[in-house]
């Protein structure tokens, strides 16, 4: 494979999700801190108005807009929309016929700790993510279960790189220490690809544990729907445990349970994020897999 270049940083994708958007503004103003010999590094603020009002979006979800069906329809001319064409045509590999790698910030109101989701199964990825696991043992690792060839999420516009979800934060909120953390882990995807740029990066050989979306989980609703019941207790913040059959999932607003019915165990995420409830979804259901890294 070709040098990576350039790295480009994605902060604001959303417009309350504040750590992203303010380490953006730092690395505008030391450049320093994310410059590398051997690649140039871009930063992004990929939803300017959205960051200025302090909302998710404008019209509508950036990060639903880049399907390629929608960035070619030239009667999508929300804010959003034309700001993902704008996007893709200036930083998809697929224009720039660069083997560029971004790295897409996000927070989430969920208990997610730091994750990184794979835009791709690449090799380098998978290094990248041995690697990223090897500095920072608590970090998951998380991965769609179809490839990204038609996904409507900024991240696919390339195949290396990812998004990197930090939570719990409440919208609208800044957290030093998660901040500290995004920092951090930042710093070392750059030192990794300017290793693999130099052809210095030690190869990984340990395998991975990957948790893989294999379903959306929306909360009971009734027939006009209106939601029925809340995340159960017992379930709260336990992202990326596991959740067996028969152990509950929803509280009714009369104190009854809603179990789990399926047949085997799974390992909730993004559970009960404030962000998805507009989306119909109350969790995702993932499956615990070891990968290669080779």
Aim: aromatic fraction near 10%; charged fraction near 15%; hydrophobic fraction near 35%.
């Amino acid at each position: 494979m070709n040098p990576i270049k350039p790295v480009v940083i994605v902060g604001g994708t959303h417009g309350n999700e504040l750590t992203g958007i303010y380490l953006v503004k730092k690395f505008d103003r030391a450049p320093e801190l994310i410059g590398r010999s051997t690649f140039e590094t871009i930063t992004l603020l990929a939803n300017p108005q959205a960051c200025s009002i302090g909302r998710r979006y404008v019209d509508i979800d950036l990060n639903r807009c880049f399907r390629q069906q929608d960035l070619e329809n030239p009667h999508l001319s929300s804010y959003e929309a034309q700001r993902a064409k704008e996007i893709y045509h200036i930083f998809s590999s697929k224009t720039t016929q660069q083997q560029n790698l971004i790295i897409d910030l996000h927070s989430t109101t969920s208990n997610m700790g730091l994750t990184f989701i794979l835009a791709s199964q690449h090799p380098f990825n998978l290094q990248l993510a041995a690697y990223l696991i090897s500095v920072y043992p608590h970090l998951k690792l998380l991965a769609a279960t179809t490839n990204n060839q038609d996904s409507p999420l900024l991240r696919s516009i390339s195949e290396l790189g990812g998004t990197l979800e930090v939570g719990a934060v409440a919208q609208g909120v800044l957290d030093a220490s998660l901040f500290q953390q995004t920092e951090q882990v930042v710093g070392t995807i750059l030192d990794c690809v300017e290793s693999y740029n130099q052809g210095t990066m030690a190869a990984a050989t340990n395998p991975l544990t990957i948790y893989r979306t294999i379903e959306a989980i929306d909360y009971p609703r009734n027939h006009q729907g209106e939601i029925q019941a809340m995340i159960h207790p017992q379930l709260q913040s336990r992202d990326y445990e596991a959740l067996n059959p028969g152990e509950p999932t929803f509280l009714t607003f009369d104190g009854e349970s809603v179990f789990y019915e399926g047949k085997s165990t799974v390992y909730p995420i993004f559970i009960n994020e404030a962000a998805y409830y507009e989306k119909g979804i109350a969790m995702y259901f993932t499956q615990k897999q070891i990968v290669s890294s080779q």
